[in-house]
T-cell receptor, first 110, second 115 residues
């Protein structure tokens, strides 16, 4: 799977929107962009994924650049419960395992 | 919402002893995984399992490790002779059939402490 680059950490105020960036300049045409997060003392949790078009679900939105070389996970209103490490992962088709990087540690300030 | 469950939540074992970590994947899922996370480090892939056989394994998954799906519901990871460096969180995950757009669902892990 292609490599992704994320900032080590970000901070947000509670109830404000958060934009978590991810660069993946070597993405291939069949790679899906997945986002997972890991809350303290828990296993990774699926957040959202997309291929080319922007995606929305109950947890977040995913904005994908037109050239697909970057994407942004958007939390519309950060809560204290959103404090976690967020991972941007590329997955090709098939049964390939997830390759976790260091992710972005999001801190939410009350 | 269905979830992956792992037992025990914490296992303490003497070095050299065998340990079995248990997972109950989501019932209609067909792909199963084990990952581990040493304290303060990245989540690392160990092994994937499909159709009653290992489909991929990492370099970490050496002869000391084995996996089994003994009864159609449980998915186990056995470490035959534990070492101090096996101390980590072990996460089980499962996925429904499908390609790269299908997410993996993780359990909350077993903390393995080797003394």
């Amino acid at each position: 799977d292609a490599k992704t680059t994320q900032p080590n950490s970000m901070e947000s105020n509670e109830e404000e929107p958060v934009h978590l960036p991810c660069n993946h300049s070597t993405i291939s045409g069949t790679d899906y962009i997945h986002w997972y997060r890991q809350l303290p003392s828990q296993g990774p949790e699926y957040v959202i994924h997309g291929l080319t078009s922007n995606v929305n679900n109950r947890m977040a939105s995913l904005a994908i650049a037109e050239d697909r070389k970057s994407s942004t996970l958007i939390l519309h209103r950060a809560t204290l419960r959103d404090a976690a490490v967020y991972y941007c992962i590329l997955r090709s088709s098939g049964n390939t395992p997830l390759v976790f990087g260091k992710g972005t540690r999001l801190s939410v300030i009350a | 919402e269905p979830e992956v469950t792992q037992t025990p939540s914490h296992q303490v074992t003497q070095m050299g002893q065998e340990v079995i970590l248990r997972c109950v994947p989501i019932s209609n899922h067909l792909y199963f995984y084990w990952y581990r996370q040493i304290l303060g480090q990245k989540v690392e892939f160990l092994v994937s399992f499909y159709n009653n056989e290992i489909s991929e394994k990492s370099e970490i998954f050496d002869d000391q490790f084995s996996v089994e799906r003994p009864d159609g519901s449980n998915f186990t990871l056995k470490i035959r002779s534990t070492k101090l460096e096996d101390s980590a969180m072990y996460f089980c995950a499962s996925r429904i059939q499908g390609g790269g757009n299908q997410p993996q669902h993780f359990g909350d892990g077993t903390r393995l402490s080797i003394l």
